[in-house]
């Protein structure tokens, strides 16, 4: 017997968290009855688990890289009609959705899976997992400004956690860093930014727990290989089953011009 929302997250129907909101929200049957009871346990092998209607059925874990371009959101679906990854992942031929968050603007690495355990627990802040950014910020940062940012800025909701801060370049009056951080807030390094008067101008994921984008083009994605996940099982202990990804990725969509997104030109 299990949770309701782990039977819904390890179908690959949303992660554990957004699955309780389906419950609560009435959407979820068992048998034929509305179940909103969080906490309520089943049989997955049993019991006939339906989500508006549809019946789900457990799908092969599917875990995929994904290089987000600016100007498209990092959700399945957006209420103002802008471009959303869910765009940039319908070849995946699976029910996955991203894992976590970048910002419209934000470039870079961002996973899709349909294992709610594996989303959860790399954005369980427990696990510390770690994110590097290239930054472009207004004004010259010097040393003792970077070194401000490694010991944490305090925010309206708290100090950020220490950070790893190296200084690139100057370009003018303006300055490259990279960044790392183990934490997972809303908006983070550009208020990091603000806070400090250097405002965040570019900024462009570049790893996420240890994986990285290269020979990802804006907008194209691939599936995790057997090495990665086997080092994301040893260090943050998921997948919980490590199952050998299929041999082909993405290039582009059949029908790329009603599906790929362009990525900005560089400012």
């Known amino acids: 017997m299990l949770r309701l929302q782990k039977v819904l997250a390890r179908a690959g129907i ?45 799908e092969a874990p599917v875990y995929i890289v994904l290089h987000k371009p600016r100007s498209v959101m990092s959700t399945m679906r957006d209420p103002q009609g802008r471009p959303t990854v869910r765009e940039l992942i319908l070849d995946t031929n699976a029910r996955v959705y991203p894992v976590g968050r970048l910002d419209f603007n934000t470039s870079g690495v961002l996973f899709a899976t349909n294992d709610g355990d594996f989303a959860e627990a790399l954005l369980h802040p427990r696990r510390a997992v770690p994110k590097t950014y290239v930054v472009k910020v ?10 401000g940012w490694r010991r944490g800025v305090e925010l309206e909701d708290g100090k950020t ?35 400090t008067g250097f405002r965040v101008m570019r900024l462009a994921r570049t790893s996420f727990a240890g994986i990285g984008s290269e020979g990802l083009a804006p907008g194209r994605w691939r599936h995790l290989t057997l090495d990665e996940l086997k080092a994301l ?33 560089s400012s």
């Open 138 to 147: 207004q004004g010259l940062m010097q040393e003792r400004d970077v070194e």
């Open 233 to 265: 099982k040893r260090d943050y202990g998921v997948p919980k089953r490590i199952v050998s990804p299929p041999v082909t990725s993405q290039s582009w969509p059949k029908k790329p011009a009603a599906r790929r997104v362009a990525a900005p030109s």
């Open 14 to 58: 949303a992660s554990r968290r957004a699955a309780e909101g389906l419950i609560v929200a009435g959407r979820v049957r068992v048998d034929g009855r509305v179940v909103t009871q969080l906490g309520t346990k089943v049989d997955p092998r049993a019991s006939r688990v339906e989500v508006d209607g549809q019946r789900i059925v457990r």
């Open 161 to 195: 956690h220490p950070a790893k801060v190296k200084l690139l370049r100057h370009e003018a009056d303006k300055t490259w860093l990279e960044l790392t951080i183990t934490e997972g807030r809303n908006q983070q390094v550009r208020r990091m930014g603000e806070k």
